[in-house]
């Protein structure tokens, strides 16, 4: 049971050390193309077509949020379901339901926030 927990610590461990380094190097490359922007004056619509699209609600922290807490919800539930932890994929499938119902809450929050506007 401890080297199904310990391996899969693991594997969380260097997928999260991934995932942050990659968001560092993506926020550090969009600030330096912003920066790049303002600094060669006005812009027109034509130039604007052609950067990337930037986060128009800047909703990116509140989707890691909503996320990450259903993210917990879902490892709080599993911690009052019984299941076999050697031969179960309960755990797994609970899981990814949870972080799914978080992608849903966030793009409902999301497109409630664009009628509004």
């Known amino acids: 049971m401890f080297a199904i927990v310990?391996?899969?610590?693991?594997f969380i461990m260097i997928i999260s050390v991934f995932a942050i380094m990659a968001a560092v190097i993506t926020a550090i490359l969009n600030y330096r193309l912003k920066k790049r922007i303002l600094d060669n004056g006005p812009v027109d619509e034509n130039a604007l077509k052609l950067v990337p699209a930037f986060p128009r609600l800047?909703?990116?922290m509140l989707k890691w949020g909503v996320i990450l807490l259903f993210a917990g919800l879902g490892l709080i539930v599993l911690e009052f379901i019984p299941y076999n932890v050697e031969h179960s994929t309960l755990p797994y499938g609970i899981e990814t339901?949870?972080?799914?119902?978080?992608?849903?809450?966030?793009?409902y929050i999301v497109k409630n926030k664009q009628h509004q506007d």
Do not use: C, K, M, P
């Open 97 to 107: 339901v949870f972080i799914a119902i978080g992608f849903l809450v966030y793009f």
């Open 58 to 60: 800047n909703t990116e």
């Open 6 to 10: 310990e391996t899969l610590g693991s």
